[in-house]
């Protein structure tokens, strides 16, 4: 029976997207085996995919019409942050996905607080299945006393996490992850480096940067923890358990580092999402 190793592409497929996501993300997982996850990776859906779902319904409360809100994520002001971008738009994929499914209809307004408590079940729901829905593990040795998201008086919600603390030895155990796997980090890096022009994209090159920070970083000396999230799909990788698949939706980004590490794949294919998905006209 195998098992497979979730990224966080898939973990967020599975846990937060409409069901037309979920169904194409299990598709990829082996029907008798085990989702498994590591605390590495529910800590970036947090810090990344989370904490932008976090960001909209805050900035939803600026708004009085839904309309006005769709428009607004589609401004040239959110192009400037494409992660946060990309999340605020998947996230009115999966409402308007949901309202297919409701047959709903209402007003602007009504519409807006529908989005925005729909929003706040994502976050809270996604979070339970995240911490207590699969078997996870912790051998980079990332942080496990991550708060929970919480409502304020003003109906905002919050989730501090300690990315102030991240390349700080006492508090990360990532280099003693790297010093105990030195000769493979090495040879990913090495490989990314050795991939013809083309393979070699922005986020790729801010893979290997990231690799030579922490390989060139004495054990017990701090880091930068930005370089950690840069090679973000590298340490996933590495952790990944023998002979688990690793499950992911990216497959430009993890086919080189699987073929490097001689580990093996379960790509999820993109749901087709509604029409209503679209930029506002």
């Known amino acids: 029976m195998a098992d497979a190793f979730l990224d966080s592409s898939v973990l967020i ?12 993300c299990r598709a990829a997982l082996p029907v008798d085996g085990a989702a498994v996850c590591s605390r590495y990776v529910i800590f970036e859906v947090a810090r990344g995919f989370l904490r932008s779902l976090i960001a909209l319904h805050n900035y939803s409360l600026e708004f009085s019409s839904f309309a006005d809100l769709h428009q607004a994520a589609y ?8 992660h946060r971008m990309h999340t605020w738009l998947g996230a009115f994929a999966d409402y308007f996905a949901a309202l297919e499914a409701e047959d709903g209809g209402n007003s602007e307004a009504l519409k807006l607080e529908e989005f925005r408590a729909k929003l ?7 979070w339970r299945q995240m911490e207590s829905g699969f078997r996870s593990f912790n051998e980079i040795g990332c942080r496990e006393d991550l708060p929970p ?17 991240c390349g700080q030895p006492a508090a990360c155990r990532l280099q003693a ?14 490989g990314l480096e050795a991939l013809p022009a083309s393979g070699r994209d922005r986020e790729t090159l801010a893979r290997i940067d990231g690799l030579r920070h922490l390989l060139a970083k004495a054990p017990g000396v701090p880091f930068d923890g930005k370089k950690c999230y840069r ?15 690793i499950a992911t ?3 430009k980004h993890f086919e080189p580092l699987a073929r490097i590490l001689g580990k093996r794949l379960a790509v999820a294919e993109t749901a087709q999402t509604t029409t209503q998905s679209g930029p506002p006209l």
């Open 13 to 24: 497929g599975l846990v937060f997207r409409h069901a037309g996501e979920r169904a194409a």
């Open 75 to 82: 401004s040239g002001q959110q192009r400037f942050m494409p």
């Open 120 to 126: 706040r079940g994502w976050i809270r729901r996604g």
């Open 149 to 165: 998201p919480a409502s304020r008086g003003d109906q905002r919600i919050d989730q501090p996490l300690p990315v102030d603390e």
């Open 177 to 190: 992850f790297i010093q105990t796997r030195s000769p493979q980090v090495e040879a990913v890096a090495a």
């Open 231 to 245: 090679c973000g799909d590298a340490l996933i990788c590495l952790e990944a358990p023998p002979g688990q698949a």
């Open 249 to 251: 939706k990216n497959r």
